[in-house]
T-cell receptor
Framework: DTEVTQTPKHLVMGMTNKKSLKCEQHMGHRAMYWYKQKAKKPPELMFVYSYEKLSINESVPSRFSPECPNSSLLNLHLHALQPEDSALYLC????????????FGAGTRLSVL | DAKTTQPTSMDCAEGRAANLPCNHSTISGNEYVYWYRQIHSQGPQYIIHGLKNNETNEMASLIITEDRKSSTLILPHATLRDTAVYYCIGGGGADGLTFGKGTHLIIQP
């Protein structure tokens, strides 16, 4: 099983809402990632978790708050987003080895109104 | 991560081999070359990786030059479902991937 599951697939939220994106994997991977992808652009790294601890934060605004409650789950909490935050949010996971083979979910398409 | 350069777009006829080039002249000795692809509205999909030797799996072949400054991804018998953006990425370890602009491969019927 090489599946990374992201929910919801689509999300529409207002600028004052609080919502969460969820990501789950059962491959025993101990590294998990959040990427943001704007239309017609490549994915951009946001956060990296290693052994459930935040190891990389690519200067992401605090209105994005990641959480890794256990080795299988990764959340991205959203609060007071701006319309320019509308994008496809991708989750990925990988083993913590010398290789960087990441398995991606299908993403959550977020629209901020 | 190494900086990579790829053509913006390429066309290939269905059933023919698709050869996608990538320059990665700044890659260091211990960095792998990875190829991923992203079909429209889906998450990126890992294809293949290599360090020094040529590699082949069920999806593709990877040819790496001896000086490791460039590589070519080969899809031996392209189908319409291979239409996607293909990303060549240099790097290693469990860091995040740094995606370049990639190559938009269009398979023509």
């Amino acid at each position: 099983d090489t599946e990374v599951t992201q929910t919801p697939k689509h999300l529409v939220m207002g600028m004052t809402n609080k919502k969460s994106l969820k990501c789950e994997q059962h491959m025993g991977h101990r590294a998990m990632y959040w990427y943001k992808q704007k239309a017609k652009k490549p994915p951009e790294l946001m956060f990296v978790y290693s052994y459930e601890k935040l190891s990389i934060n690519e200067s992401v605004p605090s209105r994005f708050s990641p959480e890794c409650p256990n080795s299988s789950l990764l959340n991205l909490h959203l609060h007071a987003l701006q319309p320019e935050d509308s994008a496809l949010y991708l989750c990925a996971s990988s083993h913590l080895t010398g290789l960087n083979i990441q398995y991606f979910g299908a993403g959550t398409r977020l629209s901020v109104l | 991560d190494a900086k990579t350069t790829q053509p913006t777009s390429m066309d290939c006829a269905e059933g023919r081999a698709a050869n996608l080039p990538c320059n990665h002249s700044t890659i260091s000795g211990n960095e792998y070359v990875y190829w991923y692809r992203q079909i429209h509205s889906q998450g990126p999909q890992y294809i293949i990786h290599g360090l020094k030797n040529n590699e082949t799996n069920e999806m593709a072949s990877l040819i790496i030059t001896e000086d490791r400054k460039s590589s070519t991804l080969i899809l031996p018998h392209a189908t319409l479902r291979d239409t996607a953006v293909y990303y060549c990425i240099g790097g290693g370890g469990a860091d995040g991937l740094t995606f370049g602009k990639g190559t938009h491969l269009i398979i023509q019927p």
